[in-house]
């Protein structure tokens, strides 16, 4: 009984310390945050884009614990071990082989079965660089997993991050698609060039 009350309290506990931290960050730097849609987005694959830097880790993460949203994302795995690793945990990271980019479709929609709120944040350009094409992953795993996608965007203009609603995957890749890509063309990154508006 006291173990089970001990992990209720550090859970509390460190659940408190992302917020703090979250809404100092944003204070310092006069970020805002905007969501919609929140009670869908907490269960959901959740886009962030545009990724043109090292800080939009720090900035989406913080929109999120903000508003107490349960946020998991992929990363290498030998981020997740070692004396490092349970920082990495901590933030959210689930430790992947990236040679096998298929376990995590089906890791993805094992999490989603076990969870009641859960939003797995994936970046789909996959690199701070300017990109052809986004990658697909995250539209597979919503497929997978039957959830809606969500918009988690940054606007170093306007200094917002947030969630910008979502949508319920249709039959069409397609259309999905256009409707990301409007959604995302209004938002601009801290380093607008290495955006592609283009995304399929």
Do not use: C
């Not at 039957?146 to 039959?171: A, C, M, Q, R, T």
């Not at 890749?173 to 508006?197: C, H, R, S, V, W």
Request: proline fraction near 3%; charge should be positive.
């Amino acid at each position: 009984m006291i173990s089970k009350y001990n992990w209720h309290s550090n859970l509390t506990y460190f659940q408190s310390m992302k917020k703090l931290i979250a809404r100092i960050v944003f204070w310092i730097t006069s970020w805002k945050t905007e969501i919609k849609d929140l009670e869908v987005a907490k269960r959901s694959v959740m886009i962030a884009a545009p990724h043109t830097s090292n800080w939009d880790l720090v900035y989406m993460m913080g929109v999120l614990w903000m508003h107490e949203i349960p946020v998991k994302f992929f990363i290498k795995d030998s981020y997740t071990k070692g004396l490092h690793g349970g920082y990495f945990r901590w933030l959210g990271g689930i430790g992947v082989n990236r040679k096998e980019a298929g376990n995590r479709v089906e890791t993805a929609a094992n999490l989603f079965e076990k969870e009641k709120e859960l939003i797995i944040i994936i970046p789909p350009e996959g690199t701070r660089k300017r990109v052809d094409k986004w990658k697909k992953g995250f539209y597979y795993i919503a497929q997978k997993a039957n959830v809606p996608v969500s918009f988690g965007f940054l606007d170093y203009i306007e200094k917002i991050g947030g969630v910008g609603g979502y949508i319920h995957l249709s039959e069409s890749f397609e259309n999905d698609m256009e409707k990301i890509q409007a959604f995302y063309k209004t938002k601009t990154g801290k380093f607008p060039e290495l955006y592609n508006e283009e995304i399929y």
